[in-house]
Nanobody, 124 residues
Framework: QLQASGGGLVQPGGSLRLSCVVSGGTFSTMSKAWFRQAPGKEREFVAATHRNGGNVRYSDSVTGRFTFSRDNAKNTMYLQMDLLKPEDSATYYC???????????????????WGQGTQVTVSS
C-alpha cells in the first residue's frame, strides 16, 4: 500500500515536498517512481530510481527543479519540487515495482503498485 501526501496550492516559483509511505514488501529492493497526470492528459513520467541503484532519472521538464529522495528506514520516498511552474499542476502519483527493468523505468506500465495521488496546483 502506498500513501502519498504533501500536495497543495502554491504560487509560481514556490516549493512543495511530496511524500509517499510504502507499506508491505521490501522497500529497499523496489524500483520507485513519481508520475503526474493533468486533466485531459496522459500520465507522465517525472522521476524514478531503479532498485539496483544508479542515478535518478528525471524527465526533461523537471530536471534541475525537482529532486527525488528516499529514506529506507522510514519506507518513504520524497519529491522535492522547487521553482514550480503552472504547467507542473497535476495529480502526482508514487509507484513502486519489484520487476522493473532499467529500460522501462519511465513507463507507467512497468510499476505494479500505485498510490492514490496528491493534487498539486501552481497558480497565482
Amino acid at each position: 500500500q502506498l500513501q502519498a501526501s504533501g500536495g497543495g496550492l502554491v504560487q509560481p516559483g514556490g516549493s512543495l515536498r511530496l511524500s509517499c509511505v510504502v507499506s508491505g514488501g521490501t522497500f529497499s529492493t523496489m524500483s520507485k517512481a513519481w508520475f503526474r497526470q493533468a486533466p485531459g492528459k496522459e500520465r507522465e513520467f517525472v522521476a524514478a530510481t531503479h532498485r539496483n541503484g544508479g542515478n535518478v532519472r528525471y524527465s526533461d521538464s523537471v530536471t534541475g527543479r525537482f529532486t527525488f529522495s528516499r529514506d529506507n528506514a522510514k519506507n518513504t520516498m520524497y519529491l522535492q519540487m522547487d521553482l514550480l511552474k503552472p504547467e507542473d499542476s497535476a495529480t502526482y502519483y508514487c509507484a513502486v515495482g519489484s520487476s522493473v527493468i532499467v529500460s522501462t523505468l519511465r513507463s507507467a506500465s512497468a510499476y505494479a503498485y500505485w498510490g492514490q495521488g496528491t493534487q498539486v496546483t501552481v497558480s497565482s
